[in-house]
């Protein structure tokens, strides 16, 4: 089929099975939202757990997780550098009004990559090749930057200006220091966060790739720059060491590169393609992650942003991308050194330590120039003022008062000039056991909404007789379907819906995720089971009855397997793959 049928599809499968479809529709919609039913809710879990499970649970416990309010007080995105830089470019339409992101137009009717350029080289390509309006065709304004933060107030009437946040890490940023007091008090330590973020795209126009909110699944990985190598190698097993990537590079890109190419891990810390080993660790993870998803490795890949690419706070990024055949190459997450740009930031905008203490293994001997107050020469100076101007200096750092004292002669305080004579200025010996030095940050940050589209389309199958979804058995939204074959009020008919019923609820109460349906012909219900992914259905027939048997049908191949009702859970257990750890987690109940 085409591009343009797979994903009409998806649409139809999404609206008619309870997977996703436009928000607010009886009110005509809102571009850029979508409501999700009760089976996308489901895909969207699994995928969520899946995601904790790879970068949470199974991470030695140097990560821990984080919850923190969607509204951010003005001050923290000032801190962080979105208010001044968190901006697309927009133009208008002078005929019909309407408004258009400027690089995106450009792309699409020039064929130019546009992003990271500025509005005046945006302008230059618009009037070069007469980019116009979409819509009506009209002529088009400058490019002018618009900001992408949902602005509210946090408080009623006059209240405190806020926004809804554009990303779960600043709330990681803030409470780095908690967290750290809390949980180990020692790096690395990983910061994970899922939550809905919002952001006023300027005219979201490709369905799940571009939304208002939508939910981000994020790390903040705090480690010490200066022992990156020695900790990272504690977690670089041989498994993940020989572990291979599609990278793009920046640099074979600024060559005219368009192809990825195929590097071990340990390559790309050999060959310095990442800043920091710990980049390329989480990189491993995060493709492991997508694989996991059923997305196959050839169609992911890792795309080096440009210097002019990336974002403000970023010394280097690689945008994960999962191949689509609707959009192409779309961005499913983003891998960020952040340095100390954010901790940095905060602790200058809200004057708070954030700095960790480096442990020396032995202390050392310094010598250091020690700065204090003479209080008789400053009394002579300052009179009456004195305690209030030794209290002032007793807050100032020693180093401090040196470097203003060799700077410019004198230290002014309250309005008083205080010359070398006013201060005693001595050379020490100390022993010093360590030093404060603020983390370096690598973000792995994934969009949900993208991943989940990337994986139904990569699990859409078409054949003669059906259309289905070959979800990952971990992600599919049940884990097994029940169907009585037959249904009647009366005779074996009954029995045999009794029975089944009694079956699904028994798998329920197990913790198994159940799809229970008697209507229509069972054809058509496996055909339903099918279309949204449901691995295994279990039937109910007349056979049952005289010997308490019953059939597995795999979605896949179809093919169906007898086995006794005894044996039920243990086979779908195995089928399903789950550990017999989890047997014992869950209660057990008869399904006779």
């Known amino acids: 089929m085409s591009k343009r049928d797979k994903y009409s599809v998806l649409i139809d499968i999404g609206r008619r099975r309870g997977l996703f479809w436009p928000s607010y529709e009886i009110y005509g919609g809102v571009a850029g939202l979508y409501d999700y039913g009760h089976v996308g809710v489901a895909i969207k879990r699994s995928i969520m757990e899946k995601w904790i499970e790879c970068f949470v649970n199974k991470r030695d416990g140097i990560i821990v997780e984080l919850e923190s309010p969607i509204i951010t007080p003005r001050i923290v995105l000032q801190a962080s550098g979105h208010e001044e830089n968190f901006t697309d470019p927009i133009t208008e339409c002078t005929r019909c009004g309407r408004v258009f992101r400027a690089d995106h137009l450009v792309e699409e009717q020039t064929g130019i990559h546009a992003e990271g350029m500025s509005m005046d080289q945006l302008w230059e390509v618009m009037r070069k090749y007469g980019v116009k309006c979409p819509v009506c065709g009209g002529e088009l304004t400058k490019p002018k930057p618009a900001l992408l933060l949902f602005k509210t ?45 919002g952001r006023n795209e300027i005219s979201p126009r490709q369905g799940l790739m571009r939304l208002r909110e939508f939910t981000i699944m994020e790390i903040e990985f705090f480690f010490d720059p200066d022992k990156a190598n020695e900790e990272v190698e504690k977690h670089l097993t041989n498994e993940i060491l020989k572990y291979k990537i599609n990278v793009l590079t920046s640099e074979d890109k600024r060559k005219g590169v368009e192809e990825a190419k195929l590097y071990t891990i340990k390559e790309v810390i050999d060959k310095e393609i990442v800043k920091t080993p710990w980049m390329a660790y989480w990189m491993a993870i995060g493709n492991m992650y997508l694989e996991s998803l059923g997305i196959p490795s050839e169609r992911i890949r890792f795309d080096e942003k440009l210097p002019e690419e990336k974002a403000h706070y970023s010394l280097q990024t690689f945008d994960q991308e999962v191949y689509t055949e609707k959009y192409g190459w779309v961005e499913v997450a983003g891998y960020s050194y952040r340095t100390t740009y954010d901790l940095s930031r905060h602790m200058k905008y809200s004057g708070s330590d954030l700095t960790v203490f480096r442990k020396y293994k032995e202390p050392k001997i310094v010598e250091k120039i020690r700065v204090y107050p003479n209080p008789s020469m400053i009394r002579e100076i300052a009179g009456e003022d004195l305690s209030i101007i030794m209290k002032k200096l007793s807050r100032i750092p020693s180093e401090e008062l040196v470097g203003k004292l060799e700077k410019q002669g004198y230290i002014e305080v309250e309005g008083y000039r205080l010359g070398k004579d006013a201060f005693y200025i001595k050379k020490v010996k100390e022993k010093i056991h360590g030093e404060r030095f603020i983390p370096h940050v690598v973000e792995p940050s994934f969009g949900l909404e993208r991943i989940f589209y990337a994986v139904l389309e990569n699990s859409l199958v078409f054949e003669e007789d059906r259309t289905y979804l070959r979800l990952d058995k971990k992600i599919a939204p049940y884990h097994v379907a029940v169907y009585p074959l037959v249904t009647g009020s009366s005779g074996k008919q009954a029995l045999i819906a009794e029975k089944a019923r009694r079956l699904a609820l028994a798998f329920k109460n197990t913790g198994l995720r159940v799809f229970y349906d008697e209507e229509g012909s069972i054809g058509r219900r496996y055909m339903r089971g099918d279309e949204i992914g449901i691995p295994y259905a279990v039937t109910i027939d007349y056979q049952t009855l005289e010997d308490n048997t019953v059939t597995i049908r795999d979605r896949d191949t179809r093919e169906q397997e007898r086995v006794k009702i005894e044996q039920l859970y243990d086979k779908l257990l195995e089928l399903l793959g789950l550990t017999t750890d989890w047997k014992h987690i869950i209660q057990r109940y008869s399904l006779i």
């Open 153 to 197: 107030e946090i408080g009623p009437y006059k209240g405190s200006p806020g926004y809804l946040r554009p990303e779960t890490a600043q709330g990681m940023f803030v409470s780095f220091k908690q967290v750290l007091n809390t949980a180990r008090n020692k790096l690395p330590l990983g910061i994970a966060q899922i939550g809905r973020v």
